[in-house]
């Protein structure tokens, strides 16, 4: 069926962050926007250890105890010597496999952030300290121009064909042919598929047993204020539903600390849409198709109002590899005791994570511990390459993540994709008009799910979204299908699988590649989009043969040049984007993410004068426009 409505909505990029570095010596890059509190990693700290689990022998256990012990007494000695017992209001909160998120209960001013950080990250005892942010979701980018003729569907689930000689909607050069891969496989509901996103909302393309019993893992709620991220009356619970993401100046002026710096914005069904992209239901006679018809999905809330925060992304990675998180925390300041309730185990452990959030940083330690122990446990995450035309965001840029690029239907870079060496793979996420070459370019977003409420869950809408949030998904649901047919495939198998049967990405004699010179509507490389364009019938196919026992050879691709009278228009405007090269936003194409250059809190507190210069984007605050909402 067609669309019920057309669903136009100013969506902003809001890609934030902070890099931490893990060295000799522990350093904390320059934070922005409110922040609460730090998550410190001490060297050799014992492991958090469920209350009921698995029994230890007698000499383990001593063991252990001597572990905490000896744990306690390296707190005590942490918090003395960088005077803690002096400041009130602090406490300790269980993250990660042993890792404590150091809280106040207030936002620290940016002296207490420096102050607090350089004296943490001197100690001998710490291996890293992060500061604890809010990464806000990769909104998706929604085009503003009315239905064109030939986009009325889901183009983005079609073959790969087109040329030249045909008209603009009719170029699908850039798909991943999901409609030829499905003589393959649908996909099956033996692997899970983790979506960390918003939530979920209620709508009739979802309807049915493939959502699983997912979790709430926004924890920031304030009961006595009655306000916080997590914008459903509690902080983590075991309800995925998406209660609105909505901003409004109301909230800003009740409580500038926490949202002072957000965007005032109706609600996205960022979660909903995500969902959607990967499997809303075909074949039964209304709405649209996901692209894995057969996969569990199991939905994992992780962002609030303004995005979501570091700990909170960490620990639903976690528990949607069914590790131990903690649910709720006390008061207190005993790193060993201040978990009092733990979150029910995820029965159903996802093979696949897929993440559209990002902030634009340099991966950093908690995010990074946290996807090494996914990686060792055999699951795969995908991320989505950010929106900023600029340096790919985290957790896209860090190790052991199969970073996503976004492409135009017809195969060029997106004109708001970032790009760089992070990444490992591209395919289609809808092209806005945004950038000069818009309005001849654009290709009007993929059809999928969404919801018609400002603020609170409405009614479940069809409409069209682009963005690298929806690329990420795209690739997710492929990996699924790849493990229905090899469920024995770990995370490198199914990276070196997509990768191994990526078509080559398109060339032409008009477009120039992308950089910082040429950061909008570009030609991908190896270096600057991943290995490829996602082709979902090889990737079957690779995955098919493995299964067998069989040596994949990719097919002979044909050099696919594009020059059509579109593009040879837009050409003469001049580039799609100006140049970054040189400014504060440190838009390259190396995958560095952006961030402080690996300075430490000391060597960064000296020279805010110099931010310009040096490219320290964290330290700059853009005004909400029409172009950016603030970075948090």
């Given at each position: ?142 085009p503003d121009d009315p239905l064109f003729a030939g986009t009325g569907g889901q183009w983005w689930l079609q073959p790969v064909s087109g040329s030249d000689q045909l008209p603009l909607d009719s170029r699908l050069r850039g798909v991943p042919g999901l409609q030829t891969a499905w003589s393959r496989s649908t996909g099956d509901a033996a692997p899970v598929l983790a979506v960390l996103d918003t939530g979920i909302t209620p709508h009739p393309d979802l309807a049915g047993s493939r959502l699983l019993p997912g979790f709430d893992m926004v924890a920031d709620w304030d009961g006595s204020a009655g306000r916080g991220y997590a914008n459903d009356g509690d902080g983590r619970d075991a309800d995925p539903s998406d209660p609105g993401d909505w901003v409004s100046s109301s909230d800003q002026t009740a409580d500038a600390g926490r949202y002072g710096d957000c965007a005032v914005q109706s609600s996205s069904w960022h979660g909903t849409t995500v969902t959607g992209i990967i499997a ?353």
């Amino acid at each position: 069926m067609g669309m019920n409505t057309w669903q136009l909505r100013t969506a902003w990029l809001c890609i934030s962050g902070m890099a931490g570095t893990l060295g000799t010596t522990a350093a904390v890059a320059a934070p922005q926007g409110p922040v609460h509190g730090f998550i410190v990693q001490l060297r050799e700290a014992p492991v958090h250890r469920q209350p009921g689990a698995s029994a230890l022998s007698a000499a383990a256990q001593a063991q252990r105890q001597r572990a905490l012990v000896l744990d306690q007494q390296r707190w005590q000695q942490l918090t003395q010597g960088v005077g803690l017992n002096r400041a009130p209001g602090w406490r300790l909160q269980a993250v990660g496999a042993s890792a404590q998120r150091l809280t106040w209960s207030h936002a620290l001013t940016l002296q207490e952030q420096r102050i607090w950080g350089a004296r943490l990250a001197a100690r001998a005892e710490v291996a890293w300290v992060v500061p604890d942010t809010v990464e806000p979701s990769l909104q998706q980018v929604t085009p503003d121009d009315p239905l064109f003729a030939g986009t009325g569907g889901q183009w983005w689930l079609q073959p790969v064909s087109g040329s030249d000689q045909l008209p603009l909607d009719s170029r699908l050069r850039g798909v991943p042919g999901l409609q030829t891969a499905w003589s393959r496989s649908t996909g099956d509901a033996a692997p899970v598929l983790a979506v960390l996103d918003t939530g979920i909302t209620p709508h009739p393309d979802l309807a049915g047993s493939r959502l699983l019993p997912g979790f709430d893992m926004v924890a920031d709620w304030d009961g006595s204020a009655g306000r916080g991220y997590a914008n459903d009356g509690d902080g983590r619970d075991a309800d995925p539903s998406d209660p609105g993401d909505w901003v409004s100046s109301s909230d800003q002026t009740a409580d500038a600390g926490r949202y002072g710096d957000c965007a005032v914005q109706s609600s996205s069904w960022h979660g909903t849409t995500v969902t959607g992209i990967i499997a809303a239901t075909a074949g039964n006679g209304e709405g649209v198709a996901g692209a894995n018809w057969g996969v569990r999905i199991l939905p994992v809330r992780v962002a609030g109002k303004c995005g979501a925060s570091v700990s909170d992304i960490v620990d639903g990675m976690r528990w949607a590899a069914g590790l131990a998180v903690c649910q709720t925390w006390s008061n207190s300041q005993d790193p060993n005791g201040s978990c009092t309730r733990w979150a029910p185990t995820n029965p159903n452990p996802a093979r696949v994570v897929n993440i559209s959030f990002g902030g634009a940083a340099s991966c950093n330690a908690a995010y990074q511990s946290a996807i090494d122990e996914l990686w060792a446990k055999g699951i795969l995450v995908v991320a989505a390459g950010g929106n900023d035309h600029g340096a790919p965001s985290r957790p896209a840029n860090c190790n052991h993540v199969l970073g996503v690029a976004a492409l135009n239907r017809d195969g060029f870079k997106a004109n708001y994709s970032n790009f760089g060496s992070a990444l490992g793979l591209a395919t289609v996420g809808g092209d806005d008009t945004g950038g000069r070459w818009g309005s001849l370019l654009a290709d009007g977003g993929l059809l999928t799910l969404g919801n018609d409420g400002e603020t609170g869950a409405g009614q479940g809408v069809y409409n069209r979204h682009a963005g690298t949030s929806f690329a990420a998904p795209v690739v997710s649901a492929v990996a699924a299908q790849m493990l229905s047919l090899a469920p024995h495939l770990g995370p490198a198998d199914l990276v070196r699988g997509l990768q191994a049967s990526a078509r080559p990405h398109v060339q032409s004699a008009l477009m120039a590649a992308c950089s910082s010179d040429n950061p909008g509507r570009c030609l991908c490389t190896t270096g600057t989009c991943g290995a490829g364009i996602l082709d979902a019938d090889q990737a079957l196919r690779w995955a098919q043969l493995t299964a067998a026992g069989q040596t994949y050879q990719a097919p002979s691709w044909p050099q696919v040049m594009i020059d059509n009278s579109e593009l040879r228009a837009a050409v003469a405007l001049g580039p799609d984007r100006e140049s970054t090269a040189g400014n504060s936003g440190g838009s390259t194409a190396t995958g560095s993410g952006g961030g402080g250059g690996g300075l430490g809190w000391p060597e960064l507190a000296g020279m805010l004068v110099l931010a310009t210069g040096l490219g320290l984007r964290e330290w700059r605050r853009r005004p909400a426009s029409a172009a950016h909402r603030p970075r948090r």
